[in-house]
């Protein structure tokens, strides 16, 4: 675990200027501590949040609303189903092909309600741990903004798998490490745990931990390895569940 006071190897810099919106969604990718600092400083995260969550659940809803995303999310449906053990009979798999038609707003409406909760969830883990136990000064609101620009990562995920997977027409990833390995089996521990691990999750971590470090004035290598063991525990129970199922 990271230590519980602040490193003193960690300069303490001057409050950096506020960013505008745009400003702070490009540094989060080019310069992230730069723009993290800005965050900390002066943590708004409203325009943020509402910029990511209209971006996800626009690009869901546009794509499940053509034919080959409806295929697309159909078969992935059914392929997990069938991952878990579960048959899909002729019967249900028309049912759930007639509510495709639906589904693009289901989807949409979800990503909605669902991306502020989860983040809202992440960074009260987080404040529970760094502030509460760990006894680090910053507020839920400066933590609270770091999770939330640290999703900006993922418009960029999205914006770079929502085409490659209409062309592919899958809604499988492309950029995770068993879709580099396509001659694994395809219902192997191995094949689901590297399922797991995907370049955008991994990116996305590492902003979350360089955030941290910055907001906390800790080095970052100590939470990222925190960070990524346990992505790495909840990669393993995933897969091992999965694998589990799909064998029985």
Same mark, same amino acid.
């Given at each position: 675990m990271?230590?519980?006071?602040?490193?003193?190897s960690?300069?303490?810099l001057?409050?950096?200027?506020a960013k505008?919106?745009?400003?702070?969604?490009i540094?989060?990718?080019f310069?992230?501590?730069?723009?993290f600092?800005s965050?900390a400083?002066?943590?708004r995260?409203?325009?943020m949040l509402a910029?990511?969550?209209?971006?996800?659940?626009?690009?869901?809803f546009l794509f499940?609303?053509?034919?080959?995303?409806?295929?697309?999310?159909?078969e992935?449906?059914?392929?997990t189903m069938e991952s878990?053990?579960m048959?899909?009979?002729?019967?249900?798999?028309a049912?759930m092909q007639?509510?495709?038609?639906?589904?693009a707003y289901i989807?949409?409406?979800?990503?909605?309600?669902m991306v502020?909760?989860?983040?809202l969830?992440?960074?009260g883990?987080?404040?529970a741990?760094? =502030?509460?136990?760990m006894?680090?000064q910053? *507020?839920?609101k400066q933590l %609270?903004?770091v999770?939330v620009?640290?999703? !900006? &990562?993922g418009?960029?995920?999205?914006l770079?798998v929502?085409?490659?997977?209409?062309a592919r027409?899958?809604?499988?990833?492309?950029?995770?490490?068993?879709?580099?390995?396509?001659?694994?089996p395809?219902k =192997?521990f191995v094949t689901?745990l590297?399922? *797991?691990?995907?370049?955008? %999750?991994v990116?996305s971590?590492m902003?979350l !931990? &360089?955030g941290?470090?910055v907001?906390?004035?800790?080095?970052?290598?100590p939470?990222?390895?925190t960070?990524?063991?346990?992505y790495?525990?909840?990669?393993?129970?995933v897969a091992g569940v999965?694998?589990?199922?799909g064998g029985?």
């Amino acid at each position: 675990m990271t230590s519980s006071t602040p490193d003193s190897s960690v300069p303490q810099l001057p409050a950096p200027p506020a960013k505008s919106l745009p400003a702070r969604f490009i540094g989060v990718i080019f310069s992230p501590k730069e723009t993290f600092q800005s965050v900390a400083a002066a943590p708004r995260w409203f325009g943020m949040l509402a910029f990511i969550t209209l971006f996800l659940a626009t690009a869901t809803f546009l794509f499940m609303r053509t034919e080959v995303g409806q295929r697309a999310v159909l078969e992935q449906q059914v392929s997990t189903m069938e991952s878990f053990g579960m048959q899909v009979s002729d019967a249900q798999y028309a049912q759930m092909q007639q509510r495709m038609g639906v589904s693009a707003y289901i989807a949409s409406i979800s990503q909605l309600v669902m991306v502020p909760i989860v983040y809202l969830v992440m960074a009260g883990i987080l404040f529970a741990v760094f =502030s509460a136990v760990m006894g680090g000064q910053a *507020t839920f609101k400066q933590l %609270y903004a770091v999770v939330v620009h640290s999703g !900006a &990562i993922g418009v960029v995920q999205q914006l770079f798998v929502m085409p490659v997977n209409y062309a592919r027409q899958s809604m499988s990833s492309p950029t995770n490490l068993a879709a580099l390995l396509p001659m694994l089996p395809e219902k =192997s521990f191995v094949t689901y745990l590297l399922g *797991t691990v995907d370049v955008f %999750y991994v990116w996305s971590t590492m902003v979350l !931990a &360089i955030g941290l470090g910055v907001t906390y004035r800790r080095r970052t290598q100590p939470i990222a390895i925190t960070l990524f063991v346990i992505y790495g525990v909840i990669a393993l129970i995933v897969a091992g569940v999965r694998s589990w199922m799909g064998g029985s």
